[in-house]
């Protein structure tokens, strides 16, 4: 069982593009989760889903976007990249929101 | 708004030792407290989970306990070893603006040495 799959796994964005993680998960969770760790701020959520079809904000929206059109992928958008997402990027998921959360080996994105 | 401290920050102690590592949190009205582990340049790996029903968890050498009450969580790793060394994150799911979240504390780099 794989679990939680995030490509790419590292990336080199100049600033002003365009890029889309991916994130897939095989255990058939309801809930997804974005989120970027930085040092000295440590985790912060993105962009959340509850269940496919529906997406929320979560502590750190700006600049970034979602989708949830199945069960099992839930891709993050940088409509146009800028320095400061330059980030480690996780993906998590849990069966709910209130279960046991699973996350992936992540996507190290530098912006020059 | 719900924050999550650990303490200490940093521990280093040799192979064989018994140690605590203490996540607080400043509200108590959590539904859960997950204990994971991150290894340098890796993911997180979900050591615990801790109802807000429940008072402890054990997985092998690992034994985490919850007390509400006072906002504490301690992880309690026995007979460590080398293969310990790593960064222990703990979090707290609570409502918090509007949404259930997960609120990561800052963490605990553990270095077990031989």
């Known amino acids: 069982i794989a679990g939680i799959t995030q490509a790419p796994t590292s990336q080199i964005l100049a600033a002003g593009r365009r890029m889309t993680l991916r994130c897939t998960q095989d255990m058939r969770h309801n809930a997804m989760y974005w989120y970027r760790q930085d040092l000295g701020l440590g985790l912060r959520l993105i962009h959340y889903?509850?269940?496919?079809?529906?997406?929320g904000k979560g502590e750190v929206p700006d600049g970034y976007s979602v989708s949830r059109a199945n069960t099992d992928d839930f891709p993050l958008t940088l409509a146009s990249a800028v320095p400061s997402q330059t980030s480690v990027y996780f993906c998590?998921?849990?069966?709910?929101?209130?279960?046991?959360?699973?996350f992936g080996q992540g996507t190290r994105l530098t912006v020059v | 708004k719900q924050e999550v401290t650990q303490i200490p920050a940093a521990l280093s102690v040799p192979e064989g030792e018994n140690l605590v590592l203490n996540c607080s949190f400043t509200?108590?009205?959590?539904?859960?407290l997950q204990w994971f582990r991150q290894d340098p340049g890796k993911g997180l790996t979900s050591l615990l989970l801790i109802q807000s029903s429940q008072r402890e968890q054990t997985s092998g050498r690992l034994n985490a306990s919850l007390d509400k009450s006072s906002g504490r969580s301690t992880l309690y790793i026995a007979a460590s070893q080398p293969g310990d060394s790593a960064t222990y994150l703990c979090a707290a799911r609570s409502f918090s603006g509007g949404y259930n979240k997960l609120i990561f504390g800052a963490g605990t780099r553990l270095a077990v040495h031989p």
């Open positions: 998590a998921s849990s069966d709910s929101p209130l279960t046991e959360a699973f």
């Open positions: 509200d108590s009205a959590i539904y859960n």
């Open positions: 889903s509850n269940t496919a079809g529906t997406t």
